[in-house]
């Protein structure tokens, strides 16, 4: 039965690259079924690829090729949580590295323009820390960060 609620991510063209991609990057993820358009449409022909259905981390997704002119934006990421700095780094490099591009505070977007936070455990404990200078301390360092260092939040909750 399919979910009620299924995140619906607009693509160029490369909804099926982009699932693939995911499913091969993040654990409890994978490509399920491709539709092909019945027949010609505004972004594409009958027979090119129109919806993609993927789970993303266990989240129901479609991947839409709905051609050009709706770029994602940063109002929409999903936050994935690390255990430690290898996964962080993994995962912050696979998108990157994959044609995606840094931005601040753990945040980076993938080549479709899909933003991302990758996210360490570490770093959502000390900004939980409940002495407001440990907290603070932490926030600042986070503040001058791209990829996200375990070990730099940890110095600065230590002080």
């Not at 820390?129 to 375990?150: H, L, N, S, Y």
Request: charged share 20%; net charge negative; hydrophobic share 45%.
């Amino acid at each position: 039965m399919p979910s009620k609620n299924t995140i619906c991510l607009w693509y160029d063209g490369d909804a099926e690259e982009a699932a693939r991609f995911y499913a091969a990057t993040f654990p409890d993820s994978a490509v399920g079924r491709i539709l092909r358009a019945p027949g010609d449409y505004p972004a594409g022909q009958a027979g090119d690829v129109l919806l993609v259905e993927f789970r993303l981390m266990g989240i129901p997704c479609i991947g839409m090729n709905g051609g050009p002119g709706v770029p994602h934006g940063m109002a929409f990421s999903f936050q994935v949580s690390t255990a430690d700095q290898a996964e962080t780094d993994r995962l912050w490099h696979a998108i990157i590295d994959h044609g995606g591009a840094p931005s601040a505070c753990g945040w980076c977007q993938d080549r479709w323009g899909l933003s991302w936070q990758i996210t360490p455990r570490a770093l959502m404990d000390a900004l939980a820390d409940p002495d407001p200078a440990v907290a603070k301390r932490c926030f600042e360092a986070m503040m001058t960060m791209g990829k996200i260092d375990i070990a730099a939040i940890e110095a600065a909750r230590r002080g």
